[in-house]
């Protein structure tokens, strides 16, 4: 039985991998010449856990040319524990350009694929009144902080890719700073339908005036890990992330100046107190969203004791 942190090669054929046979199938719904309003879900697994590649993909991008993470070495500062990772992938530059070469492959695989399907849809005569939506639920360490997988807020891990794609509605080309996150998924795709007086019991927000230029008021993105009072949360502004794991176990980056999270603010031996009443004021931020989500964990909220 394959073990998750598995990486290498499959003899199964580029056309019968996993991606392709998910890819495929949603292609041969597209070409079924169906009637009226359809929405259709396509989740390709892969780049993920296992890492395996069939020819071409195996082999398209050179290992000794891989970018190799400037924090590969940085203590992971109790955000979470390190992932296993394949045992043919030593953490080192020379062997992690392997492992990256290989995600870079899966990557190239689901680009290929995600391009059929976009073919699939303008031959189905729908292109331009479908909403295309790519993103994902999580992204990959890759060595960053000395870890593979997820499981923290590090950005490797927790930033996605959020592309939206309607032609005449959405400008081509168009990228905002708006912070977002998954949740806000479900209330935009019912704007864009015309049902947005149906998100009411959706936790996020439509994205759709800050796609379209009108007045959006979002100042950060909201993030959990685990559903207790040992729960992780976090805050995203577009310069600033702030984590809560615990009373004295908080995480305040400048994404600006620190962009691989290896400074913790809040730990610095020259502290600023500025630092401290911005992790204290976000604290709150969290607190508010919790209670107005009517979430009862904003009542056991750690305070921040540094």
């Given at each position: 039985?394959?073990?998750?942190?598995?990486?290498?090669?499959?003899?199964?054929?580029?056309?019968?991998t996993l991606t392709?046979w998910t890819?495929q199938?949603a292609?041969?719904?597209?070409?079924?010449?169906?009637?009226?309003?359809?929405?259709?879900?396509c989740?390709i697994?892969?780049?993920?856990?296992?890492l395996?590649?069939?020819?071409p993909?195996?082999?398209?991008?050179?290992?000794?040319k891989?970018?190799?993470?400037?924090?590969?070495?940085?203590?992971?500062?109790g955000?979470g524990?390190?992932?296993p990772v394949?045992?043919?992938?030593p953490?080192?530059?020379?062997?992690?350009?392997s492992f990256?070469?290989?995600?870079y492959?899966?990557v190239?695989?689901?680009?290929?694929?995600?391009?059929?399907?976009?073919?699939?849809?303008?031959d189905s005569g729908?292109?331009q009144?479908?909403?295309v939506?790519?993103t994902?639920?999580?992204?990959?360490?890759?060595?960053?902080?000395?870890?593979?997988?997820k499981?923290?807020?590090?950005?490797e891990?927790?930033?996605?890719?959020?592309?939206l794609?309607?032609?005449?509605?959405?400008?081509?080309?168009l990228r905002?700073d708006?912070?977002?996150?998954g949740?806000d998924l479900m209330?935009?795709i019912?704007d864009?339908c015309g049902?947005?007086?149906?998100a009411?019991?959706?936790?996020?927000i439509?994205?759709?005036?800050?796609?379209?230029?009108?007045?959006f008021?979002?100042?950060?993105?909201?993030?959990?890990?685990?559903?207790?009072?040992?729960a992780?949360?976090?805050?995203r502004?577009?310069?600033?992330?702030?984590?809560?794991?615990?009373?004295?176990d908080?995480?305040?980056?400048?994404l600006?100046?620190?962009?691989?999270?290896q400074?913790?603010l809040?730990l610095?031996?020259?502290?600023k107190?500025?630092h401290?009443?911005l992790?204290?004021?976000?604290?709150?931020?969290?607190?508010?969203?919790?209670?107005?989500?009517?979430?009862?964990?904003?009542?056991?909220?750690?305070?921040?004791?540094?």
């Amino acid at each position: 039985m394959p073990h998750h942190n598995e990486a290498g090669e499959t003899y199964i054929p580029k056309e019968h991998t996993l991606t392709a046979w998910t890819a495929q199938r949603a292609i041969s719904y597209l070409r079924s010449q169906h009637k009226g309003p359809f929405s259709l879900t396509c989740s390709i697994l892969h780049p993920h856990a296992l890492l395996i590649a069939a020819p071409p993909y195996l082999r398209m991008f050179d290992p000794a040319k891989m970018p190799v993470p400037a924090n590969l070495y940085h203590d992971m500062e109790g955000q979470g524990s390190r992932r296993p990772v394949p045992g043919a992938v030593p953490l080192t530059p020379e062997g992690l350009g392997s492992f990256i070469a290989l995600y870079y492959g899966l990557v190239a695989e689901v680009d290929h694929w995600v391009g059929q399907l976009l073919r699939a849809l303008k031959d189905s005569g729908h292109e331009q009144n479908t909403l295309v939506i790519f993103t994902a639920d999580h992204g990959e360490m890759m060595g960053s902080h000395g870890t593979f997988s997820k499981g923290n807020f590090y950005e490797e891990a927790f930033r996605v890719p959020f592309i939206l794609r309607l032609p005449g509605r959405i400008k081509a080309g168009l990228r905002l700073d708006t912070p977002a996150s998954g949740m806000d998924l479900m209330p935009t795709i019912l704007d864009y339908c015309g049902l947005g007086d149906q998100a009411g019991h959706c936790h996020g927000i439509s994205l759709r005036p800050a796609v379209e230029g009108k007045k959006f008021n979002r100042p950060f993105s909201y993030g959990e890990l685990g559903r207790s009072d040992r729960a992780k949360r976090s805050i995203r502004t577009n310069n600033t992330k702030f984590v809560l794991a615990g009373s004295d176990d908080a995480h305040l980056y400048d994404l600006k100046n620190d962009p691989g999270e290896q400074h913790n603010l809040l730990l610095e031996k020259n502290r600023k107190p500025a630092h401290v009443d911005l992790a204290k004021k976000l604290r709150l931020e969290i607190q508010a969203y919790l209670e107005g989500q009517g979430d009862p964990a904003y009542k056991n909220l750690p305070e921040i004791e540094i």
